[in-house]
């Protein structure tokens, strides 16, 4: 792939960061191990703008393109839209339709998009027989966004059944409204909701800020610039977000699977372990697990998933991310919230916006251009 030939293009496009530079370690990190697990891409199908996919009844990858359509993925490819809101959507800026997500029966199927109006939207269709039954639909959660960029988006249920949806800060660049550490809003946060549990959804009695006049009470942890994609870990329930730097540093942060929430992970006091500005850590400061700096072609970290299927049994375990504008696929092993190994997978994908994970823990990677690999043996 000619990333720089295409950057500005691309950058146009989506509008996720606005300089170059590449996913180099910090000093303090472990250095990249010798046993880098062997594997390749496989082109598997071609998308219009994949932004999002999720692991869908019957063996089956759906996967979101930005302009507002869904589209299954199986053995025999790529499908015609299953569900197409492209007349409800716009996708100036970073808008457009940013999540997908099953409960884990399958029975309702969930969207993250932007309306015309740039507001972000959660809905909710119910699913009968793995197809769509679009008379159910109905809004679960909306957020007006200030700007057209950082508006976060992803969405997908916990190991406890609740519904969590990242939104960014509201854009603007460094947070101009403080919303990041603010908890009297949504933006700049990992949410927690229950959708069926009321009209139009309830909030967990157990989530961390509950009962506190100042603050909402569907946060589940704060101090996000733009999470643009976050992920639980299939086999320990860990949380793990892929939060985009501002313009220095990139970050990984991390969540053990019996956290009771409240985590602030610093924006826009810091950018990763730094003070951002003449920031002030903050005392409750949850610093990253990972970091990496733009002293290269890495801009705006794409986060994935720890790897829990069976094809490449070298990588099971680690975490699989990537970099929107350099495109390398690389790994982390972590153990009780600590990275101890780094791996470059040697494999490039482009233009990695997203992941996808099936019901058998194989991952895909999407490239905002229309590839969708998959993740296998060299």
Known sequence: ??????????????????????ATAYADEPATDASTPQVALTEVARATNPTAGAAGPGDTVWIA???GTVRVLNDSGLGEPVLDISDETTTDGERGLLGVTFDKDFAHFYISYTDLQGTSTIDEFAVQDGTIQEDTRRTVLTQQQPESNHNGGDITFGPDGYLYIAFGDGGGGGDPDGNGQKLDTLLGKLLRIDPRGGTPYAVPEDNPFVGDPDARSEIWSYGLRNPWRFSFDAGSGDLLIADVGQSEWEEIDWAPADS????????????????????TEPVNHVPPIHEYD??????????GYVYRGQAVADLAGQYVYSDYCDGTLRSLEIENGKVTAEHDLGVNGGEVVSFAQDTDG???ALAIGGTVWRVDPA
């Open 260 to 279: 009771k929430g409240g985590e602030n992970y610093g924006w826009a006091q810091m950018e990763g372990t730094h003070p951002f500005r003449g920031g």
């Open 65 to 67: 393109e930005r302009a």
């Open 362 to 364: 194989e991952l895909y």
């Open 1 to 22: 792939m000619k990333v720089r030939t295409r950057l500005s293009a691309i950058i146009g496009t989506l509008g996720l960061v606005g300089s170059l530079a590449l």
């Open 294 to 303: 733009r002293n290269g072609l890495g801009c705006s970290v794409t986060g």
